[in-house]
């Protein structure tokens, strides 16, 4: 909002919950008259979260800060390494100074978070799912934003329905792969990617 939004649509299910037991989401408004309105249409056709789901937001919130932190350090250790393994090509990372927006994320934030995503110097898509079936630490998933640390396929996954021409434009080649870093130990997660590479 501080940066001009009026409405800021947020995914509780991800960070916010942050254990992978919960499907919620906010909209947060700047303007009280449409904050009001929305309040209505809300409070009309019973679009609330139940209890359950409320405590589990909520309790996700109370560790949200050292998550976060955590998720950072994990994410840009992660992107380093895959920066300089001989299999990868190009990766996806804010915190990287080769990322083309890396100075607006510098304005914009205060760490760079757990969400990384690389190619591989092949190109080939079976390199990318071979890499995701040896994976022990990570787990194939299509989430992100959870304690555990996740790995995805776009193109055979999330983005599945999307045909291949469209998702080349938008940069989901079939070697693209998306992790998630989670908040285990760091060691633990660069030994899981280095054997997936073997």
């Not at 109370?62 to 190009?90: D, I, M, W, Y």
């Not at 760079?112 to 194939?140: C, H, I, R, Y």
Request: hydrophobic share 40%.
């Amino acid at each position: 909002m501080d940066l001009g939004a009026d409405i800021v649509m947020h995914s509780a299910t991800k960070y916010l919950g942050g254990h992978s037991d919960v499907i919620a989401g906010a909209l947060i408004i700047k303007d009280k008259d449409l904050g009001d309105e929305l309040h209505f249409k809300q409070f009309a056709t019973g679009a609330t979260l139940g209890p359950m789901d409320s405590f589990l937001v909520l309790r996700g919130i109370k560790t949200l800060h050292l998550r976060v932190q955590r998720h950072c350090e994990n994410g840009e250790k992660v992107a380093a390494f895959l920066s300089n393994h001989p299999e990868v090509n190009t990766v996806y990372y804010p915190g990287l100074p080769s990322h083309p927006f890396h100075d607006i994320a510098k304005k914009q934030m205060s760490g760079f978070g757990g969400m990384v995503s690389f190619t591989f110097k092949s190109g080939k898509k079976e390199d990318a799912v071979a890499f995701l079936e040896k994976l022990k630490v990570f787990t194939l998933a299509e989430s992100l934003g959870g304690v555990e640390s996740l790995a995805n396929h776009p193109a055979l996954m999330t983005h599945a329905s999307i045909p291949e021409d469209k998702r080349k434009e938008i940069g989901i080649t079939n070697d693209l792969v998306r992790l998630s870093t989670g908040v285990e130990d760091i060691d633990d997660l660069l030994s899981d990617l280095e054997q997936a590479f073997r």
